[in-house]
């Protein structure tokens, strides 16, 4: 204690707190400004704003766009699509609110000089399918986050955002945010009113394909370290379908995108022998999943498994049918940029194996698990909906409020809304913001206090792993091994080891069931007793300790929720052998769950799923 | 890897350090230039190969499946408005694509405090900034009420 006690303590007080500055917090932290005039606003984040979040690198295709002013689709047909994916179980109020605002944010950014691609017969935009258009978006995420940084009152960048702080004197309300900054090592205090979680989902809670140095080449962005979920879930707030990871089939090894090549390029898939072999696995997913399987379109789940059985009756590997439109150079472009906008990487494994989609037929695989809000999937926090359209179940408060009073969320962070993707998650941190700055209004001079013992205690919390290094280092002579203290990569690589076997990531064969379930449990118990004896060389360790404790946090939820579903409700993204079939009759419901940090327990109940599209 | 950075070209600007988004990009001490700490976090997004002003930043892919012999440059040039790249395969076969970035000046984006107030009335309907305005449609679509808790 005493090596560290004068580390200097930044105090930085807003109305508005937005956490975590991708997609949803740009979009939140605009919104913020237009109805908060003269409120401070101020955004943190982990990176730098201009290039964080998924979107860093870029995005070829903007997923959710309705086209309502062509009458293309209506809020409706957006709802329907995602419920049908997600095999019946989402928020329809969230979703339906995400598709109504969304046309408006991508107009916008056209409006901030997004290139967006037209269809030169139409005039409207290019699409892609039925709900992507395609952009050049290699600067989508400066550009929106130029809007961002004029909304701002101030945005900081490089701090890590650890641990939400509670009002001292109302129960269950948040008060703010404390963190450090990763280049000065200053202890930050947030004091808000307000706080929206904007954080990312998770990537490297399973143990990826790779563990050599592609171990960084994981499908979502490895900074997405799970704070979408542990910042909410250590203050208690209800948590909902953390069981609903995803699974993506994506380009060998580089995880490069499929949608454009299915969607616009028309290429499909076949075995390792030439043959189309989704609709022989019709009959027998069938078995499992009932009339899901013969919905349009395939639920994506549905087709992973697909493709896992194929696999599996040794008919791999299955590639991508691509010679054929390659041949055409406008496709042929369209499919490099592709990757070129949005995963480059996918681009360096091709050039490096002299793989020409043009001659060859690329290699597909399915991924790790990943668990994020915004896909094709919708894991989160459970939200209050907008007043006018949610039933009543699911409004207790101010739009995507979580059950913490003035704790709010967007992206990743809000379970239940599937399919938002880049514009959707930027809609919701608009919807957010709106509700938030009603609630700091109507809270007029009831504001949230934050005790000092409270952010001492985390004080001292947050930088041991430095003093664990510091004391430790000094038994060893050198290199990585101590008695004392592991390195966040060892605690890294037990948790992606640990999620893998026993809840169903790719060593297992995606399968899991109670006793493995309950035995991951226990050596999470111990991983996160360990992780007290986290060490850190330097601030950029500290930085991953910490990232690593949001991970763990996520995990060991995901894996209660796990065991809670006594079905197998998406086959492809997940198995329970013990309950290998869909249960409608028990099962058509959320699953909620609740930690409560005082004794470290976790609390498991369903709620409705209410149906209001027909 | 990867990132890496050429010793002679870069001048230790600290520009990739500012930009990546993975905190990977550092300076070493002795040698007071950039370098990639942790390659297996990088992403192969290109942030810092992007924002260097020296190009001395580079990929290679990832050891554990990328064979030698391959490169991917790019340069985005914000005054042209475009992103270019070169790929090359290990076999040699070189493939070039460009594109554009961005339709206006950069710094262009107006501040939500530069549009008219929002009404007290408007805090309490369902519509955000701009809207319907930029929805284009004439009104923000909602359900019927008697849809509501409804299974």
Known sequence: MGLFSRRKTVFVDSDVLVVGGG????????????????????????????????????????????????????????????????????????????????????????????????????????????????????????????????????????????????DSTKANRVAGA?????????????????????????????????????????????????????????????????????????????????????????????????????????????????????????????????????????????????????????????????????TIGQAVVWASQNIDPKHTNPELTTSEPYVMGSHATCSGAWASGPEDCAPDDYQWG???????????????????AAHKFSSGSFTEGRIAAKAAVKYVKDLRNDRPEVSEAEYQELKKVIFKPLENYEVGRNEIVAGTVSPSYLLPMHGLQRLEKIMDEYVGGIGANYITNEPLLTRGLELLEMLKEDLDHLGAEDLHQLQRAWELHHRVVASESVTHHTMFRTETRWPGYYYRGDYPRLNDSDWHCFTLSRYDRNSGTWDLETAPVHHIID | MPTFVYMTRCDGCGHCVDICPSDIMHIDPTYRRALNIEPNMC????????????????????????????????????????????????????????????????????????????????FRDQQLAHEPEFLKVDELPTLDPDDRGTD
């Not at chain 1, 979580?402 to 239940?416: E, H, P």
Request: aromatic letters at 12%; a neutral charge; hydrophobic letters at 35%.
């Open chain 1, 23 to 166: 997609m949803a917090g740009c979009g939140a932290t605009y919104e913020a400004r237009y109805w908060g005039r003269d409120l401070k606003i101020v955004c943190v984040e982990k990176a730098n704003i201009e290039r964080s979040g998924a979107v860093a690198q870029g995005l070829y295709a903007i997923n959710t766009y309705m086209g309502m002013r062509w009458g293309e689709n209506q809020p409706e047909d957006h709802v329907r699509y995602a419920r049908n994916d997600l095999m019946g179980l989402v928020r329809e109020d969230l979703g339906y609110d995400i598709a109504r605002h969304v046309d408006s944010c991508v107009h916008q950014f056209e409006d901030w000089g997004l290139p967006m691609m037209r269809d030169p017969e139409t005039g409207r935009y290019q699409r892609e399918g039925k709900w992507q258009i395609m952009i050049h978006g290699e600067s989508y995420k400066p550009i929106v986050a130029e809007a961002a940084c004029k909304a701002a009152t101030e945005v900081y960048n490089r701090i890590m955002v650890t641990h939400l702080l509670m």
């Open chain 1, 178 to 342: 404390v963190g450090f900054n990763v280049r000065t090592g200053d202890f930050y205090v947030f004091r808000a009113t307000a706080v929206i979680v904007c954080a990312g989902g998770a990537s490297h809670i399973y143990k990826p394909r790779a563990v050599g140095e592609g171990m960084g080449r994981t499908w979502y962005a490895p900074w997405s370290s799970a704070s979408a979920y542990a910042l909410p879930i250590l203050v208690g707030a209800r948590m909902t379908q953390m069981e609903n990871r995803i699974v993506l089939t994506r380009f060998k090894d580089g995880y490069g995108p499929v949608g454009a090549y299915f969607l616009h390029l028309k290429t499909y898939t076949e075995n390792a022998y030439g043959e189309e072999y989704e609709s022989k696995w019709t009959e027998h997913t069938r078995n499992l999943v009932g009339d899901y399987v013969d919905r349009h379109p395939v639920p994506t789940c549905l087709r992973n498994h697909a493709l896992l059985e194929e696999q599996k009756a040794g008919r791999g590997p299955i590639r991508m049918v691509t010679k054929e439109a390659f041949q055409d150079p406008h496709k042929e472009t369209v499919g490099w940029e592709n990757f070129l906008g949005m």
């Open chain 1, 398 to 416: 101010y739009n995507r409020m979580m059950t913490v009073d003035g704790l709010f969320g967007a992206g990743d962070t809000i379970g239940g």
């Open chain 2, 43 to 122: 992403w192969e997004c290109y942030s810092c190969v992007k924002a260097c002003p020296q190009n001395a930043i580079d990929a290679r892919g990832y050891a554990d499946f990328a064979p030698l012999g391959h490169s991917v440059r790019v340069l985005r040039e914000e005054s042209k408005g475009t992103v270019s790249w070169k790929i090359k395969f290990r076999d040699g076969t070189e493939k070039d694509f460009v594109s554009p970035i961005r339709t206006t000046p950069w710094g262009s984006i107006k501040s939500p405090a530069e549009y008219e107030s929002p009404t007290e009335e408007s």
